[in-house]
Antibody, heavy 123, light 108 residues
Framework: QVLLQESGPGLVKPSQTLSLTCIVS??????????WTWIRQPAGKRLEWIGR???????KYHPSLESRVTISVDTSKNQFSVKLTSVTAADTAVYYC???????????????WGQGTLVTVSS | ENVLTQSPGILSLSPGERATLSCWAS???????LAWYQQKPGQAPRLLIS???SRATDIPDRFSGSGSGTDFTLTISRLEPEDFAVYYC?????????FGQGTKVEIK
């Protein structure tokens, strides 16, 4: 059973950087065929894909966030992280990490999700 | 981006009844790369269906998915008490991946 658990500050000040980590257990993050992904959901709005990182380190981000987001992986700790710079109140959301199971190169659905963590942007 | 619209927003049904949830895409979903997820309050989303119609591991056969192109359907043949939740569709055929706004299945 693969488990994902998000961790990080629940409160971030405007203009600062949001940083979250997802610890993966029950499987190696280095195993090929998976895209490690961040997704968020503002209150009352739909889920939004933020971006992903593949085992080899290649990344892809949502066009609307590309200038502010970085996803990285630490295989030694079996975890991956997201950083979002210059945050505003619009970045307040529940942030989920998820494992994307590949069906073809670059195409994947989400077979395991973390519980989610609420991040509030406020001074 | 491919916008997904789910209907209805809320579905009020009784246990034992059949639930039919719709998901429409603004553009054709390539290779039927469409998934359905179930989410209960305070829990992580749970994968139900991938590839429009393939049930995920350990998902009961009362859940079925169908459709192609721009029109997709999730059917729950007989609602069990644990099925009352919010359901989301998601396409992974064109980047950025997108989700529907959700359908809440509530007890009537």
């Amino acid at each position: 059973q693969v488990l994902l658990q998000e961790s990080g500050p629940g409160l971030v000040k405007p203009s600062q950087t949001l940083s979250l980590t997802c610890i993966v257990s029950g499987g190696s993050i280095s195993t090929g065929g998976y895209y490690w992904t961040w997704i968020r959901q503002p209150a009352g709005k739909r889920l939004e894909w933020i971006g992903r990182i593949y085992t080899g380190g290649s990344t892809k981000y949502h066009p609307s966030l590309e200038s502010r987001v970085t996803i990285s992986v630490d295989t030694s700790k079996n975890q991956f992280s997201v950083k979002l710079t210059s945050v505003t109140a619009a970045d307040t959301a529940v942030y989920y990490c998820a494992r994307g199971k590949a069906v073809a190169a670059g195409y994947y659905y989400f077979d395991y999700w973390g519980q989610g963590t609420l991040v509030t942007v406020s001074s | 981006e491919n916008v997904l619209t789910q209907s209805p927003g809320i579905l009020s049904l009784s246990p034992g009844e059949r639930a039919t949830l719709s998901c429409w895409a603004s553009q054709s979903v390539s290779s039927s790369y469409l998934a359905w997820y179930q989410q209960k309050p305070g829990q992580a989303p749970r994968l139900l269906i991938s590839g429009a119609s393939s049930r995920a591991t350990d998902i009961p056969d009362r859940f079925s998915g169908s459709g192609s192109g721009t029109d997709f359907t999730l059917t729950i043949s007989r609602l069990e008490p644990e099925d009352f939740a919010v359901y989301y569709c998601q396409q992974y055929g064109s980047s950025p991946w997108t989700f529907g706004q959700g359908t809440k299945v509530e007890i009537k």
